[in-house]
Every structure is written in C-alpha cells, then in structure tokens.
C-alpha cells in the first residue's frame, strides 16, 4: 500500500465529524497537505480577489489558488479573468509585482507576451527562432473558471462541476449581510503576514468556534471592550451547507451602524436580511475552504462606537505555514468619516495587530506545532468535537441552513471537517495521458462565467 | 529627507540618539507605561503596507491601508490589554531587541521639532523556539520639545516586507 494509500485509508477509519471525533495528525500530516491541494485547492471554488480591486481595464492584481500563483485580471475586454501566473514556455512566473495595470503581460525569461486575456500574442524573435513552426493563437495563459458573488471573485480549476452560485448554495443568504448590504469596497491592498499554523485552523476557528473568545479574548472584557467574557455566546450558529457556516452574535439595542447608511442596505436586502443586519454585533464565518469574514464588535473611535468588516484568506503555504491576507470591507458609497472610522476600528480589533487577533495566532502556532510532535505516534490522538452534538435546531429561523440557538457550538466545525473528509476521499477523475487533451495550450474560449 | 537638509549641532545629534537608544530599551524591558509618556499627546503612530510593484510604479507603499494606525488612545487601550492577564500574544512576552541605527537629523516643520530618520533591525523571539523573527524598517519621526524634553509626535514605519514575517504585532516598532 502506498503511503497516500494508507493515509487514505486512516482518515477513513478515523476522522468522524458526526461523532465529534478528528484526530489531530490531520492538522499537519505531509501526505494530508498533498491530497488538500490536489482534491480541495485544485477543485473547490476558492476566493481570489475582491471586484474594487481590478475596478478598471488592464488592473490586476497576483494571488494564489493553493500554492499555485494566478493573475486576477481585468482584460481590455472589461472581463475579469483569473488564469495561472505560469508561462507556457518554461513555466517561469510571468507577473511578479502584487498589483498594477497592464495591457499585457511579458514573461521575463524569453519575452513571450500574453496579452491582458492571456492571449499570446508576442514571441521574440520569432521567424529566427520558430520559423513558422508556431501558432500563437494556439498559446494562452491556462485559465481558470471564474464566477462573482456580491463582488467576491472566486476561481475554480474544475470547469465542468457545479456552478459557484450552486457551490455557495444558503451561504449567499448570509454573505449579503457582509458583503452585498450595498455596494461594497475594499480599503487599499490587503495586509499579509505569515503564520506558523496549518490554513486550517484559523478558517475553523472562523466557521465555528465562538466558545473561544471567552476565554482568548477575555482581555477586551477586562478593558470594557466587551460586555463580559460570555459576549461570544448570545445569538445563532449557522450550518451553512458545503462545509460553509457562521456565527452571528445578536444584540437587542440599536443598530451598530449609523442612518446614513441605511438606505443603501434597504434597497439591497430583504426585510428579513435587514432586521438580522440591525441586530447584528458581530458576525463571523467561513467559505469553505479557505475564505473567512467577520463583521466585527464594535469599539470606540474618537467617542461613536464602530464597528469594521474584514474578508481573510488562509493561503496554504504548506503542511504548517498559513499566508494570512487580509481586507478591510467599507461601504462603497459611506460618508468618509465612516471609512476611516471603519478601517480604524478593523486595524485595533482585527488583523496583524488587532487586539482580539494577536492571542488567535499564539494559538492556532501551538496546535500546530503540537499536531506535527503527534506525527510520531502510533495511536490515533483523538481531539473532542462534541459541544452541541444532538442540540435541536431552530424550525422558524427566516435565513437558510441548519440554525441553532446560542454560538457555543461545533456543528459548523464538524460540517467543515465532513466536507473536507468527502473532498479528500471523493473518487479522482481519470488523469488525462501526458499529451491528453485535459489540459490544452489555447483555451476554447475564456470562461468569464459572470 | 531632503539631501540637502541643514545639519544639526553635534550636542543635538547627541540628544536625539540617547531619545531613539532610550526609547529602544524602554520597549525592549516590557516599560510601556514609561515609553507611552515619550509620545505627545497628539502622537500619530503608523506603519502603511507595503506592497510589492514595478519599478515604474509611483509608490510600494500604501497610506490606503496600516498595519499600525494609532493615536494616544488607541496606543493606550494596547497597552493597557497587555497588562490584563488575558494578554496571550505577549504572555510570556517575547524577548526583542530594537536596533536602532542611521540616525538623521534634520529641522523639523515647527521650532521646537526635529525630522528624524533612523533604521531599525527588531529581533524577536519566543517561547523555547531557537528561531527568531527579523523586522527592518525605516522610521520617519518627528521629535517635539515639549516643557524642555523631547517627545515623540509622529511616527511612520517602512515596513520592509511585503508579507510580514511575524505572527502578530503584539509589540511596537
């Protein structure tokens, strides 16, 4: 048996999220990591970019769909194209800055130059070195299938399954209320840092885990932050479907944000939308895999109190290194004092320096670290998942998915890990011969797919 | 800084140093109650990201978006978080060392103030990990007299990462 066959097999016989059981080598597992980017990352609809990004012909900007490197483009076409940042030539890396414009792409070791839709269109020297032995219309940056919610790019690389607005299914219900209250923008480029931790961790964290902050975050309870260590629990845990869920912390008081704002969330969501959007305090999630939001608890800036909304993405960068990327979300058409006050409020909570991030990636390190000691051993070190299991649910909530009364819960965690587990074992279509057709130099057409 | 900024006194130069070296260990031995009383009351401390773009591009770094954007208050409410005792990303603390160098001196906007540029080399570590973080960074500082002694009003941090190599910024630069 091959080793990715036995591990195969013990994530079979190990990892069960019904019973709230997942062992912990899956956390950092070599083999693990190697079957997540070829059967999640090389499948799942995966978050690249924001549309305020590449608002304009020929902007672009560099990302990663696993560890593959992408360009998010808008072409000359004004059609937003992801395609890999590889050239067809000797695979050299064709844009290397994080962001700019252009009207095409020029792969620095030979020249060969794409243009903004990935065309190839320029070989140096071309009839010396070719003759006429090459047909440019034929070469093309390899592209992938792209889609859009509420101004959310997402990639895939698996152009004949579900469709993304399939794939995010109720999830769209609640991704409204982060990023389509209105029309929404994102300030400046993301920040980055780089964590020792699995991906994994921080997007469950996300997804599930409001049980937490009581205890992590119980110094913004000591500083009146918050209301009290228990300001994590009131509210509703959201199983979202395909591995996708949130929390969304309620409060009973007024609105967190301010009338100005609220026509544009009038005209964009539902009645019911609108009354959970108003009771909101905070509000936190995860698109499986790797996509992670968070409408976050409101703090004092200069005497209001405000609240900012933050997208993540947990970008692999092996078995225990996360490449963490992450936004500030604004209302595009907010008066500026809100701007500012939001992205003040989002870089004192959240981010590299957030007063509740710093204590996640102390954390999110030590379990990692922790899991790669476990490798070692020969029994199956079993982590408890169980908190919630058996809870009812709510008959009368007005979004969708399985909605549960009160945030300290780990359905959401199992859910993630039960579709994280049927990813891994899914059976693998047929690998197209070396010269097979799966992988063509010229694309059929570019999928906008919007 | 300009090239052609007018020199300062030696005697300046000096007090400005012993400023930035003082500042440096008041940070280094955990004393931040005793570093925010180096910051005026209107200080604006912030560190924009930095991205990485082509040579032609008009700027690599970004005042749309700080890993650090802070006034008094908010450096406060930091500070005050780290002496909870709920304060996990720097307890234990890190062990860090400011290295601060390439001091330059220049008038500043103001009488009583200094444009001050300097280097910094951060060395981080913790726990029992045998590895450490690095930050280098350019600081753009504007020091202020205030009833005879200088006070720190402005800080800028040139972050010289596009993807910053630390976990957290549970510390100050």
Redesign the interface.
């Known amino acids: 048996m091959s080793e990715r066959e036995a591990v195969l097999e013990r994530l079979r016989a190990t990892v069960q999220p019904e019973a709230g059981r997942i062992p912990a080598f899956i956390y950092t597992n070599p083999t693990v990591y190697a079957l997540e980017l070829e059967r999640i990352f090389q499948r799942a609809w995966l978050f690249v970019a924001h549309e305020s990004e590449v608002p304009a012909r020929g902007d672009y900007v560099t990302r990663y769909m696993g560890e593959q490197p992408v360009i998010v483009s808008r072409g000359e076409d004004g059609v937003v194209r992801v395609m890999l940042n590889v050239c067809r030539h000797r695979a050299m890396r064709v844009v290397?800055?994080?962001?700019?414009n252009a009207a095409h792409f020029r792969c620095p070791y030979h020249g060969f130059t794409y243009a903004s839709t990935g065309q190839l269109t320029g070989v140096p020297f071309q009839r010396e070195a070719y003759g006429d032995g090459l047909d440019r219309s034929q070469i093309c940056l390899l592209q992938a299938r792209v889609g859009s919610y509420r101004g959310l790019i997402f990639a895939t690389w698996d152009h004949a399954g579900e469709s993304l607005d399939e794939y995010l299914g109720g999830m769209r219900w609640y991704l409204d209320l982060v990023a389509g209250r209105g029309p929404m923008e994102v300030?400046?480029?993301?920040?980055?840092?780089?964590?020792?931790s699995t991906w994994k961790l921080p997007a469950e964290n996300f997804v599930s885990d409001a049980y937490h902050t009581a205890?992590?975050?119980?110094?913004?309870a000591?500083?009146d932050?918050v209301a009290s260590t228990g300001f994590g629990q009131a509210g509703y845990h959201v199983t979202a479907g395909h591995g996708h869920g949130l929390g969304i912390g309620i409060q009973h008081e007024r609105s967190m944000y301010p009338p100005e704002l609220h026509p544009a969330y009038e005209r964009t969501l539902t009645p019911d939308q609108l009354r959970i959007l108003h009771q909101v305090k905070n509000l936190h999630g995860t698109v499986f895999p790797n996509l992670s939001f968070l409408i976050a608890s409101p703090?004092p800036v200069d005497g209001r109190w405000v609240s900012g909304t933050t997208l993540r993405l947990w970008q692999p960068r092996g078995p225990n290194q996360v490449?963490i990327l992450s936004w500030?979300l604004v209302e595009q058409e907010a008066p500026d004092w809100w701007k500012t006050a939001s992205?003040?409020s989002y870089?004192?909570t959240f981010?590299?320096?957030g007063?509740f991030?710093?204590?996640d990636?102390?954390?999110w390190?030590a379990q990692t670290r922790a899991s790669d000691a476990l490798q070692a051993r020969d029994d199956d070190f079993v982590l408890n998942y169980e908190m919630g299991l058996g809870r009812p649910s709510l008959a009368d909530f007005p979004g969708p998915g399985v909605v549960y009364e009160g945030k300290f819960n780990e359905a959401n965690a199992r859910a993630f890990y039960r579709q994280w587990l049927d990813y891994l074992l899914a059976e693998q279509p047929e690998r197209p011969g070396a010269n097979g057709a799966a992988a063509p130099l010229a694309e059929a057409a570019a999928r906008p797919g919007r | 800084m300009p090239d052609d900024a007018a020199p300062v006194s030696g005697e300046l130069y000096l007090a400005v140093c012993h400023f930035l070296y003082h500042e440096a260990e008041l940070l280094d031995s955990h004393r931040l109650d005793e570093w925010l009383a180096l910051l005026t009351d209107d200080v604006v401390y912030q560190?924009p990201?930095r991205?990485?773009?082509?040579r032609g591009?008009p700027s690599d770094v970004?005042?749309?978006?700080?890993?650090?954007?802070e006034t008094l208050a908010?450096l406060r409410?930091?500070i005050?978080?780290l002496k909870?005792?709920?304060?996990?990303?720097?307890d234990p603390p890190s062990r860090t060392r400011h290295c601060v160098s390439n001091v330059r001196v220049a008038p500043g906007a103001g009488p009583d103030e200094l444009a001050v540029h300097s280097y910094l080399l951060l060395y981080r570590n913790r726990g029992d990990d045998p590895g450490h973080d690095l930050l280098s960074a350019e600081r753009h500082d504007v020091l202020r007299r205030v009833d005879g002694a200088w006070r720190l009003a402005r800080r800028c941090i040139i972050l010289d990462q596009?993807?910053?190599?630390?976990?957290?910024?549970?510390i100050f630069l």
Not at chain 1, 96 to 100: I, L
Not at chain 2, 62 to 69: G, H, K, N, V
């Open positions: 290397r800055a994080d962001a700019g300030l400046g480029p993301p920040q980055k840092w780089t964590v020792p205890y992590t975050h119980a110094s913004l000591k500083l932050i703090v490449e500030c992205r003040t870089i004192q981010g590299t320096s007063i991030e710093q204590d990636t102390e954390n390190e | 560190m990201v991205v990485t773009r082509e591009a970004s005042y749309d978006m700080y890993y650090f954007d908010t409410t930091r005050a978080r909870t005792d709920f304060a996990w990303a720097e596009a993807n910053l190599g630390t976990r957290n910024l549970a």
